[in-house]
């Protein structure tokens, strides 16, 4: 089979994988928020996304997630979760649950950082306890600063279903630098 082959954009569908169903993600010029990142500390980031002045980045549509609350240290985000992130098994992808995960680890730092200082994440450990279906309702993700630093900083984070068990725990390790100006 060649390489270069483009799929048929109009495949022909047999009837038992049953209608289709679709999605429409919509975002903003992510360059516009990290312009007004620049301008504020971590914290004041964050406060601006949830209460509207930023836009979120385009990540947060694809995977429909929100900032519920921040504070120095922590912050909590809540994810829908629906068909359209379900993985051959029939339950919601370990990806969306490490996605919070790293989310909420990287933005527990970011709400330490002065102005001008940004961060990456360097390891990522997450132990799944529990699927994840569309009945488990809307996750909700906590992350929490373990120890602020000022070139690697450590978090951890916890994602619970609707009915507050916990579904995944993480830890993560995120090197602090100097964003280009």
Known sequence: ????????????VPDSWGEPRSRTVTWYDPMVTAAGTRERSGLETLQAMRDG???????????QMDVVA????RIEFRCAVDESVY????VVHGGLVCTLLDTVAGCAVHSTLPQGVGYTSI????????AVTQ??????AVGTVVKPGRRVAFAEGQVLDAAGRLVATASSSLLVFALPA
């Open 123 to 130: 390891e990522l450990k997450v132990t799944y306890l529990r």
């Open 87 to 90: 993985n051959p098994i029939g």
């Open 1 to 12: 089979m060649s390489t270069d082959a483009v799929p048929d954009a109009n495949p022909v």
């Open 53 to 63: 002045v930023l836009a979120p980045p385009p990540i947060a549509a694809l995977v």
């Open 135 to 140: 009945a488990s309702g809307p996750l909700n």
């Open 70 to 73: 921040v504070e120095e240290g």
